[in-house]
């Protein structure tokens, strides 16, 4: 199961956070370039959070980066960024494909 979060218009503080926890040079270059509208946060296991990833950045024009914490053999975190809309819309068919992997799973 995923945890999913959406941060819109996120603080410079909270880009500065997840500056440090983000090794990607070219997603470094796209927050420090001006303002970020929209954040997605999606947490998971790791099979799910590439799955994630590439289902989210597929669906809407956004950048994906993935945000360094401290167990990351099991539980892993991405970051979604771009405009609110194009972040809201991956963010909504990552919840859709994760909601229905679940019931398939039942």
Not at 12 to 32: C, F
Not at 41 to 70: F, M, R
Not at 74 to 90: K, L, Q, Y
Request: proline share 3%.
């Amino acid at each position: 199961m995923l945890n999913i979060k959406i941060i819109n218009n996120p603080s410079k503080s909270t880009i500065r956070l997840l500056l440090r926890k983000i090794s990607d040079k070219q997603v470094k270059e796209y927050l420090n370039d001006g303002p970020v509208n929209s954040v997605g946060l999606i947490q998971g296991q790791l099979a799910e959070i590439i799955a994630a990833a590439d289902i989210a950045e597929k669906s809407s024009d956004v950048q994906i980066a993935e945000i360094a914490g401290s167990c990351p053999q099991h539980i892993t975190m991405i970051g979604v960024f771009g405009e609110t809309s194009s972040v809201e819309e991956s963010i909504k068919v990552v919840q859709n494909w994760s909601e229905n992997t679940t019931k398939n799973k039942k």
